[in-house]
């Protein structure tokens, strides 16, 4: 089956690892997927057209119900949507959005009359939790029975060639006792819904009552205007230091070696770093957020916090409290074994771009 797969691909986001990884599990299954980056289409009809090129397209599948779903609302084939987060926590806010999404979800369920010689199951929606399907279910208009819950799969790879205090200098930080320094690490893309300016000033306050501690942020700069904003409050604020982006397997690296992985989003999906930091046996402080509390179980699988000074609270109390720290990282570990399966998350979605012939 020869398919389209539309997505926002800025380069080493989660998005776009998310993006890849389920489409190495549609090819597996036999199937030629195109992955696109849905900033390449202006229009509906663009992809409509593209769809029906020869020879043409016989399903689709979309991440982020506004961003990349909007684009598949005049193709003739079947197709799937797989829910991204911010469509279902922030886009839901704005009325026109709204509008555009549930016509996406009625085509993607087969209820809109545009292809009568779909078949009743020849579609499906995808929610990384719970929580988003239920999101889903209050602000648009649906049945739970066609929404399916598939948390990521998660797979981590460290380089071997990777270099710890040369990471630290290149960032900015200059120590000479590396080793002592205590490295909390924020994981995210330059743009506003991370939020990466959040703990930075209560961050650098810290900083200058225990120089050990320092704050390294590190992630593509996705929005040019925000990312000039950071860079010049970075600039002039000590103790925090952001990070030239690296490929996954530095980054992994980077992870392992540090304190801990923060997160500071004002909405999640599902935080991939979050979870890849649990694989890696690192402890997460996460923002106290519908899609960071799916994962992260307060002082069970890492810690939560709700405004910078609890931030500051919780990870001294990582720092002086040993057996929390053990506990957090093998139940974090643990966790992710049990629910981020690779495994499962190839079975199910080959079984659902199976519902699509």
């Not at 997927?33 to 593209?50: T, Y």
């Not at 005049?74 to 799937?80: R, Y």
């Not at 990466?196 to 200058?208: G, I, N, R």
């Not at 929005?223 to 030239?244: M, N, S």
Request: with cysteine; net charge negative; hydrophobic share 40%.
């Amino acid at each position: 089956m020869k398919l389209l797969f539309l997505a926002c691909l800025s380069p080493k986001t989660g998005n776009h690892t998310t993006a890849e990884r389920i489409r190495s599990h549609i090819e597996s299954a036999g199937h030629t997927c195109e992955l696109r980056d849905a900033a390449e289409f202006q229009s509906p009809a663009e992809v409509a057209n593209l769809v029906s090129q020869n020879p043409p397209f016989e399903g689709a599948l979309a991440i982020h119900l506004f961003r990349a779903g909007r684009l598949l609302l005049d193709i003739q084939v079947p197709f799937g949507v797989i829910f991204g987060g911010t469509d279902i926590n922030e886009d839901v806010k704005v009325q026109q959005k709204l509008v555009v999404m549930e016509q996406v979800l009625l085509k993607a369920r087969g209820l809109m009359q545009t292809s009568p010689s779909w078949s009743v199951n020849r579609k499906f929606a995808v929610a990384f939790t719970d929580k988003l399907k239920e999101e889903a279910e209050l602000f648009l208009l649906s049945q739970s029975s066609k929404i399916y819950v598939q948390p990521q799969g998660i797979q981590t790879e460290v380089t071997e060639k990777f270099c710890w205090a040369e990471f630290l200098r290149s960032s900015g930080v200059s120590s000479q006792h590396v080793d002592e320094l205590r490295v909390f690490l924020l994981v995210c893309g330059l743009r506003r819904v991370k939020d990466p300016l959040y703990l930075v000033e209560v961050f650098s306050e810290w900083h200058c009552e225990n120089p050990l501690n320092v704050l390294v942020i590190i992630g593509p700069k996705i929005d040019p205007v925000f990312t000039e904003e950071f860079e010049a409050v970075v600039k002039r604020t000590a103790g925090v230091f952001l990070a030239q982006e690296r490929s996954q397997q530095e980054l992994h690296a980077a992870m392992k070696r540090c304190f801990a992985v923060v997160n500071s989003s004002v909405s999640e999906g599902m935080s991939a770093a979050i979870l890849e930091a649990m694989d890696l046996g690192v402890p997460v402080l996460a923002r106290d957020i519908p899609g960071n509390a799916a994962v992260v179980q307060h002082e069970f699988t890492g810690l939560l916090y709700s405004s910078p000074q609890e931030f500051v609270h919780q990870s001294q109390r990582l720092l002086s409290d040993h057996e929390l720290r053990e506990r957090v990282v093998s139940n974090g570990k643990r966790y992710v074994e049990q629910h981020h399966s690779l495994k499962q998350e190839r079975e199910t979605y080959q079984r659902l771009v199976d519902t699509l012939h």
